[in-house]
Structures are given as C-alpha cells and as structure tokens.
T-cell receptor
Framework: DADVTQTPRNRITKTGKRIMLECSQT?????MYWYRQDPGLGLRLIYY???????NKGEISDGYSVSRQAQAKFSLSLESAIPNQTALYFC??????????????FGPGTRLTVT | GQNIDQPTEMTATEGAIVQINCTYQ??????LFWYQQHAGEAPTFLSY??LDGLEEKGRFSSFLSRSKGYSYLLLKELQMKDSASYLC??????????WGAGTKLIIKP
C-alpha cells in the first residue's frame, strides 16, 4: 500500500461549492504539507503542519483551510471553490528535524477542476 | 523576493549525458533538493546537496556552489524512462522548500 494517499484522485465541482481533499499517511511523519501545482509554475505551499496542534499558512493560503485530525490525517478544504483553484493538489509528509535531509514524500495528487 | 530559475524544457538523445541547471536567490540556504516528476505523477526525491561539491548516485549526480547560487543535475547514459520533469527546490532560512517551475526533459531515440 502507498505510504501517502489522497482522496479523491479526481474531482470536478462547480463554482461556490465547498470541497474537501483528504490525505492520509502511514510513514509516521510529524510534518504534513499541502501544495498546488499549476502548469509553468513551481509547487506552491498552501498550508503546513508540524504536529496536530500546529497549523501554519503557506504562500497561498487565501481561499483554503485545513484540519489536522490526527498525526496521520491532514485535510484541505476549499470553502467556496472558484475556477482559478483548478489545479493539481499534492499532499506531502516529512520527518521532524532541521539538520538532516528529511526529504518530502508526496501523495499521488488530486486533480481538481472548478467549472 | 525568492526565486529559482530552471530551463523550461530540454531535449537529449538516449544514451547521452544531459545537465540541467538551477540558479537560486532565496532568503537563506539550508540545502537544495532535486526531484523527478513523471507526467501526472507525484514528485520523487533524487538528491540533496547542502555543502559545495558533487554528490553522485548511480547515473545521477548533483552539484552545488553556494557562493554562486547554482546547482546542476547531471544525468548519464540517458534512458527513455528518464523523460520527466526535474524540479529544483531550496530549503530557505525558515526551513521551507521553495520550488522551481521544473525542467521538462524529452529523450529521443
């Protein structure tokens, strides 16, 4: 089984709808991240969490909210979806620590289309 | 502002060698990562550099010069499966990753 899973894998929704993307991990990592990826742009950080009680805004948090329900689960919500939120969304995890490599492990992605 | 530059696209021939460059300007530096991303898939970790010099890992090598804000990824003995995007990312002073837009590498037979 995959270490980092995302549901749904694909979603088409209408403008104004609320939608939740879910991420689960079995790697035992404390840190979890949500990114979006748009063609021609780098991965952009939406929110990140260092543990269940620690949630931080990333570069582009407006229009999004998150919930860290447990160490293994991190959900991203779009309160009122708009077309420019159409993108590929990735969840990622990493181990705790600053001085080691601690690369990020990515889920398979959720392709979201807002019409 | 923070900026990472990579070429948008490169083409190379199967069996050859290709070098993908990355230049960066970030608020602080705590390491540089290279990831590989096949179309429609998740990025996967390739290499990490925090000190100047060359890190070799099989057919892939990564080089870093902190004074020049420069890194490259060198791929040898190219195979068709190496066709992918290669993402450069820098860990800044807040230990967050700043990502380049990626270089799409096309391998021709």
């Amino acid at each position: 089984d995959a270490d980092v899973t995302q549901t749904p894998r694909n979603r088409i929704t209408k403008t104004g709808k609320r939608i939740m993307l879910e991420c689960s991990q079995t790697k035992g990592h404390d840190r979890m991240y949500w990114y979006r990826q748009d063609p021609g742009l780098g991965l952009r950080l939406i929110y990140y969490s260092f543990d269940v009680k620690d949630i931080n805004k990333g570069e582009i948090s407006d229009g999004y909210s998150v919930s860290r329900q447990a160490q293994a689960k991190f959900s991203l919500s779009l309160e009122s979806a708009i077309p420019n939120q159409t993108a590929l969304y990735f969840c990622a995890t990493s181990a705790l620590g600053r001085d080691e490599v601690y690369e990020q492990y990515f889920g398979p992605g959720t392709r979201l289309t807002v019409t | 502002g923070q900026n990472i530059d990579q070429p948008t696209e490169m083409t190379a021939t199967e069996g050859a060698i290709v070098q993908i460059n990355c230049t960066y300007q970030t608020s602080g530096f705590n390491g540089l990562f290279w990831y590989q991303q096949h179309a429609g898939e998740a990025p996967t970790f390739l290499s990490y550099n925090v000190l100047d010099g060359l890190e070799e890992k099989g057919r892939f090598s990564s080089f870093l010069s902190r004074s020049k804000g420069y890194s490259y990824l060198l791929l040898k003995e190219l195979q068709m499966k190496d066709s992918a995007s290669y993402l450069c990312a820098v860990k800044d002073s807040n230990y967050q990753l700043i990502w380049g837009a990626g270089t799409k590498l096309i391998i021709k037979p």
